[in-house]
């Protein structure tokens, strides 16, 4: 049952559904948690590879910094967040136009 | 048998609550979900007998990054969670719409199967190789590896921490109403 097929797979599913939680919700915040979703996919594919094919390490640090960049990724986003509530008084993405022209 | 059952409640955790954060409604119950995920993905780490990465997925991601975002989401409720319009789909206009939902569909369902592809051929030229129990620990090796062959990406992303964070601070102040 543990194989590194099976790893694949779940990473597989965790990175379709964040990719489908990122293009079909309209809220901000949500669009966020679904980037999240997709960098776990990533870290687990890292760490499956790191066990089951290289035995070594490096996917383990790999990994690490991806949970890095992940938190530094979401202090940003958030901020950006609550500066475009206190100016728009809403976190639909449909209302983030003021780039368009 | 431990690691069998941790594996399987672990993968079921997972996807479990990723379909959760993506079919409910309240952003709040998202954010839970996506902290039950983040402990299967967690669980994950550790029958890969990765101890320190499960641990600083647990206190990073679960003790920090989804903390933010309920901060975040209770910080911007506003009106979206007054009014809670609903569009022709019957949902709040948080969740999007019928469009939305098909190209993410769509999007989704290639890349599914087109990864599927990729994947039975990696399980099929590569024979399963037999891995045994013993889960030593990565601790000593990680801190061995972080300062001597990754030394460049450990500080690099020091100081990448530091502008996020005073980043962040800058953009989020608030700031006097003209």
Same mark, same amino acid.
């Given at each position: 049952m543990m194989s590194l097929g099976s790893y694949l797979i779940i990473s597989l599913i965790l990175f379709v559904i964040g990719l489908v939680v990122m293009l079909s919700r309209k809220n901000i915040v949500a669009i966020l948690l679904g980037i999240e979703l997709i960098l776990n996919a990533a870290a687990l594919n890292f %760490? !499956? *590879? +790191?066990? *089951? @094919?290289? #035995? #070594?390490?490096?996917?383990?640090?790999? +990994?690490?910094? /991806? /949970? %890095? @960049? !992940? &938190? !530094?990724? &979401? !202090? @940003?986003?958030l901020a950006i967040v609550i500066r475009f509530f206190q100016i728009k008084e809403t976190i639909h993405i449909d209302e983030a136009t003021q780039l368009r022209n | 048998m431990f690691i069998q059952l941790l594996f399987a409640s672990s993968a079921t955790l997972t996807v479990g609550c990723a379909l959760g954060v993506l079919a409910t409604k309240n952003l709040m119950h998202s954010c839970i979900f996506l902290l039950g995920s983040l402990m299967g993905v967690a669980g994950l780490f550790a029958t890969l007998g990765a101890d320190f990465v499960a641990v600083t997925q647990i206190m990073v991601y679960m003790g920090g990054v989804v903390i933010l975002m309920l901060f975040a989401v209770m910080l911007t409720g506003g009106k979206d969670f007054i009014s809670r319009a609903q569009n022709l789909l019957g949902l709040p206009s948080s969740m999007g719409n019928k469009w939305t939902y098909s190209v993410g569909g769509l999007v989704g369902l290639v890349l599914l199967l087109t990864n599927i592809r990729l994947i039975s051929n990696v399980m099929n030229s590569h024979a399963p190789k037999v891995i045994g129990d013993e889960y030593p620990s990565t601790v000593s090796q990680i801190g061995h590896l972080l300062v001597k062959d990754h030394?460049?990406?450990?500080?690099i992303s020091s100081v990448l921490l530091l502008g996020a964070l005073v980043g962040a601070a800058i953009i989020a102040r608030p700031r006097k109403q003209k």
């Open positions: %760490v !499956a *590879y +790191s066990r *089951y @094919v290289t #035995n #070594n390490l490096d996917g383990h640090i790999f +990994s690490l910094f /991806i /949970i %890095v @960049v !992940a &938190a !530094a990724e &979401a !202090a @940003v986003g | 030394v460049l990406a450990f500080e």
